[in-house]
């Protein structure tokens, strides 16, 4: 288990960006793989994007293809989360999310979460 603390979130007009960052305290994250969620009111949570740590290997949705991006910072041990051209629909509440193995997107194969911080994208 690791222990992550979000920040970054805010409001933002439609085509505006933001960066969410995610920093892992108490434990290196190594070989993890770190990971942002995001849960827009009355719907699940859904996976954004996921980083693997020791190859800076990225993956995102669809959704978010092209106009987010997903980094670290080794020496902080925190990830980020740039997001552009922001959407009304990206509109959540955005978790950070780690595990140590990379076992799939699905929310039950991510063992350590953050608070979340929530992202508000006005039209």
């Known amino acids: 288990q690791v222990q992550l603390v979000e920040s970054g979130g805010g409001s933002v007009q439609a085509g505006g960006s933001m960066r969410l960052s995610c920093s892992a305290n108490?434990?290196?994250?190594?070989?993890?793989?770190m990971a942002w969620f995001r849960q827009a009111p009355g719907k699940e949570r859904e996976f954004v994007a996921l980083l693997i740590w020791s190859v800076d290997s990225p993956y995102y949705a669809d959704s978010v293809k092209g106009r987010f991006t997903i980094s670290k910072d080794a020496a902080k041990d925190t990830v980020y989360l740039q997001m552009t051209d922001l959407k009304p629909e990206d509109t959540a509440i955005y978790y950070c999310a780690a595990n140590s193995r990379l076992l799939g997107v699905e929310e039950r194969n991510w063992g350590s979460w953050g608070q979340g911080t929530q992202v508000t994208v006005s039209s």
């Open positions: 108490g434990r290196t994250p190594g070989s993890w793989t």
